[in-house]
């Protein structure tokens, strides 16, 4: 039989440097792309894309329809990612409802293996003296901080039952922490981190502490997990945790600069962050700072990828090295502008 890579997500950077390096291997993939989305470009050209979305049954069956002497892996990287933590029916739809039709639709078709991109922030947090595993049940959501992590729990969730439920369906689960690397170009946390730091913008960061994956590192496990991930098994896909003085010292040296923020205590964060709402509804623009940021910044960032490593062979380059990439990356693109 031959190998066939279905792909949600294709367009995104987790979803882009799956599909060159399978590409790259020699491998087939077949990746659905929003009509319309501006990233498409990015998706590689060898790749076989069909237009459509998670919530659209028709465009869903023309990803599945393969040839008949295919074995499928089924990637689903698609989701909605948002910083607001205030619950969002579109966010639920694509998140949750488009997942269970990812299911659906690998119970309909003979699919060799579905790997899931959940998210860490999907298993409840634990106190700072601890490093964060993996568990083995998603609900109820009580403790999750986000939307965003609460349908990314509900939807880990529905793969676990899936597997319980349907013997034929073989699925495992990948966690990754935050995601990060050159070719972001959908400038994501990090290369904003970089861009406005680079420009002299950020005059004070905050205590607390940071945990992000280098997106080629984290390619490679989900293709690992195709083929060794066990069945109803989860996996966290995480980096070591680093500081924000640590990381602004990362971006000074891969950068050339020598700038020296302060770094603000959380409780003074918390009251910045009041001044910024005041000033944020007089001026209309939306606030640099919030609560919800401070949350994840403060928050036990330190999670175990020992599984991981053991079973899968994942492995992740040290931060530095991934801020050195993604800031010569964005020199290339001409995002990066030094400051007088």
């Known amino acids: 039989m031959s190998k066939i890579y279905l792909l949600t997500g294709a367009a995104g950077l987790l979803g882009s440097n799956i599909s060159r390096q399978l590409i790259d291997a020699g491998e087939t993939v077949r990746a659905l792309v929003m009509k319309g989305d501006p990233a498409a470009k990015y998706v590689p050209h060898e790749a076989q894309i069909v237009y459509g979305d998670l919530l659209d049954l028709a465009s869903l069956e023309e990803l599945f329809t393969v040839p008949a002497d ?48 959940s998210s860490t922030g999907a298993i409840p947090e634990l106190p700072h003296d601890q490093k964060i595993t993996e568990v083995d049940h998603f609900l109820p959501t009580d403790g999750l901080v986000g939307y965003y992590s609460v349908t990314k729990a509900e939807a880990t969730q529905l793969v676990l039952d899936s597997v319980h439920t349907y013997p034929q369906l073989d699925a495992s689960i990948v966690h990754p922490s935050g995601i990060c690397g050159p070719n972001d170009y959908a400038f994501g946390p990090v290369a904003q981190l970089i861009m406005q730091y680079a420009a002299g913008e950020m005059k004070t960061g905050i205590e607390g502490t940071f945990n992000s994956v280098d997106v080629r590192d984290l390619a490679a496990g989900v293709i690992a997990c195709c083929d060794k991930g066990r069945r109803g098994e989860c996996y966290i896909m995480s980096n070591s945790l680093v500081s924000m003085e640590e990381i602004f010292q990362f971006i000074n040296d891969a950068a050339g600069l020598n700038y020296r923020p302060s770094i603000l205590s959380v409780k003074k964060a918390h009251m910045a962050v009041k001044m910024m709402a005041i000033s944020s509804k007089l001026s209309g623009k939306p606030a640099l700072l919030t609560e919800f940021g401070i949350y994840n910044l403060s928050r036990n960032n330190e999670y175990d990828c020992s599984k991981a490593q053991r079973e899968l062979g994942f492995s992740c380059r040290p931060f530095a090295e991934t801020i050195q990439d993604e800031v010569a990356w964005l020199k290339q693109e001409g995002k990066i502008v030094l400051s007088a």
């Open 70 to 117: 295919s074995e499928i892996y089924m990637i689903h990287c698609a989701s909605v990612v948002t910083l607001n933590p205030d619950p969002n029916p579109k966010v639920h739809a694509v998140n949750v409802d488009g997942t269970q039709n990812i299911i659906n639709m690998c119970l309909k078709h003979p699919v060799k293996k579905l790997v899931y991109i």
